[in-house]
């Protein structure tokens, strides 16, 4: 079952981003803004000079590497300052986003699987998957795969499923219809299992089956 929330393909990815936080990763970004606004200065003031916009004297070159190097002064006071620094603090935040647990909703379903008895055994599984993933097309199939996968089994059994046994058989579903929708995160809680008072028989309308009023692989 896909319980793990959030997902470890998300903790790693947090884990990536905090590779940012070393202090040499930190350092090297810190040193190319600050050549990178030193150079975007020095060619402006090139432009500039090149146009006759600017005169070149000691005084507009003095307050041009002033203007280029107090970017460069900035940065390395704040390196000095991680991780209380801006840089660091959005970066630990952007990692933190990651770790979050993703909200979830819970989908109740009742499957009604015949055994070799004839019995209708009633199934009720509460799906979990994220909440932006509500999808009927995904949630036919949810249905669908598990319904055939509970009856599948049921049909070459005499008893009653255990709920090991039924969280076992599902969990493939699960997979599969994880990895087909893209989802992060999808597992089920096996709840009521029991037998119908009555055996199904040919010609009953499944309606006089007295159970639960949920239909097969639908909603409560």
Not at 80 to 86: E, S, T, V
Not at 153 to 181: H, K, T
Request: hydrophobic share 50%; glycine share 4%; net charge negative.
């Amino acid at each position: 079952m896909r319980i793990e929330n959030p997902p470890q393909a998300y903790l790693d990815r947090a884990l990536s981003v905090e590779r940012y936080l070393r202090p040499a990763v930190l350092a090297t970004i810190y040193a190319a803004a600050a050549a990178s606004w030193a150079v975007l200065i020095c060619l402006a003031f090139a432009t500039l000079v090149h146009f006759a916009a600017a005169n070149p004297t000691p005084i507009t070159i003095t307050i041009v590497l002033a203007l280029a190097l107090v970017p460069a002064a900035f940065a390395a006071a704040a390196w000095f300052l991680r991780p209380n620094d801006l840089l660091s603090t959005y970066i630990s935040r952007y990692a933190n986003m990651w770790r979050e647990p993703i909200e979830l909703v819970h989908d109740q379903a009742l499957f009604k699987v015949m055994l070799m008895t004839g019995e209708v055994l009633g199934i009720s599984v509460c799906f979990y998957y994220p909440m932006k993933e509500q999808k009927e097309e995904m949630k036919e199939r949810l249905y669908s795969v598990t319904h055939s996968r509970l009856s599948a089994v049921g049909s070459m059994r005499n008893s009653a499923m255990s709920e090991q046994e039924i969280e076992a058989i599902i969990d493939p579903a699960l997979e599969f219809i994880a990895r087909g929708f893209e989802l992060p995160v999808l597992y089920a809680e096996v709840g009521e299992v029991g037998k119908y008072r009555e055996a199904y028989t040919i010609g009953q309308e499944e309606g006089d089956i007295p159970f639960l009023p949920f239909g097969t692989g639908t909603h409560g």
